[in-house]
């Protein structure tokens, strides 16, 4: 935990000042690197929908080490084992799905911190220093813990207004397409009446002194998010911009297509013939 990151990142939040970060899904460590390099302030290692396994995610955190990158884990679901877990081994918070109800997040906020206030098992792993600093980190943990509830159920509308009453997480992050899907509109990033929706949750957010987080889906998106007052915006995840701009060049040589979603190539639509039409100049 980067008590120094943490600060900084609250304190980013109380001015109104908003906190950029990156959404990571693959392997390679380089990527957070980079994020770090770049002066992001945060990073969501996610594990929930990706195919990250433990060993990754750790080395995810390690490059987030003596940085001002704050470094979540987010969560397969709210489980206590597994939230446990992500602190011990140096996470500096958790982001968890499908949180709810005001019942769901005092659930989180309890398995996030040590005994009395939570039920958090103290362990010997990276968090504590292997051990060496039990003392130091279980007495300063409670208090700079991160906790991020994913907003992705259409339920929570009548919800949020007693989840932001509650202390011990300054900021919700929404996950549109699960939000579309629970109202109707699976597949969907944003599907009708859905977009209102989540600016007017984000609007309960800011009038109880919380923050509102989304992936920007674009350099537009980005704009117009902050002009409504979200305050944590992912740059992007990583996929989505390698891809974008492997799609930016492809475009470029005439050759770009859209893929299938059996990953074969015979089957995928081409949008451009390269054989018709030669590269952009």
């Known amino acids: ?21 990156l959404w ?38 390690r490059a987030t080490v003596r940085s001002d990158t704050v470094a979540f884990v987010r969560l397969v679901e709210r489980d206590t084992g597994l939230i446990k877990r992500a602190l011990d081994i140096g996470a500096d918070g958790v982001a968890a799905p499908w949180i709810d109800s005001a019942e769901d997040l005092q659930e989180l906020i309890c398995d996030s911190r040590y005994p009395p ?32 509830p994913m907003i ?8 949020m207004p007693a989840m932001c009453q509650l202390d011990g997480a300054e900021a919700f992050f ?37 923050h509102a987080g989304v992936i920007a889906t674009s350099i537009e998106d980005l704009h117009r998010r902050l002009e409504q007052g979200f305050r944590m915006i ?27 979603t059996s990953l074969d190539p015979a089957d995928g639509q081409a949008i451009i013939n390269v054989q018709s039409r030669p590269p952009k100049t």
């Open 1 to 21: 935990m980067k008590t120094k990151a943490i600060r900084k990142f609250r304190e980013k939040l109380a001015a109104d000042v908003p906190v950029y970060g």
């Open 24 to 61: 990571v899904t693959l392997e390679s460590p380089a990527i957070t690197e980079m994020a770090v390099a770049l002066g992001l302030d945060w990073v969501v290692i996610d594990a929930e929908h990706s195919h990250l396994d433990w060993k990754d995610i750790v080395e995810h955190i």
């Open 234 to 260: 992912a740059l992007g995840t990583d996929v989505s911009m390698l891809l974008g701009s492997l799609h930016t060049m492809l475009d470029a040589a005439g050759c770009d297509r859209k893929p299938a």
């Open 117 to 148: 206030a939570g039920r958090r098992g103290v362990g010997g792993d990276r968090a504590t220093v292997w051990g060496q600093c039990f003392g130091e980190h279980t007495q300063e943990a409670n208090e700079h813990v991160l906790v991020l």
């Open 174 to 210: 929404f996950g549109p397409a699960d939000f579309s899907a629970t109202a109707g509109h699976v597949g969907k990033w944003e599907g009708p009446g859905v977009a209102e929706q989540i600016v007017s949750l984000k609007d309960t957010m800011r009038a109880a002194g919380k």
């Open 152 to 159: 992705e159920n259409v339920t929570v509308v009548d919800e």
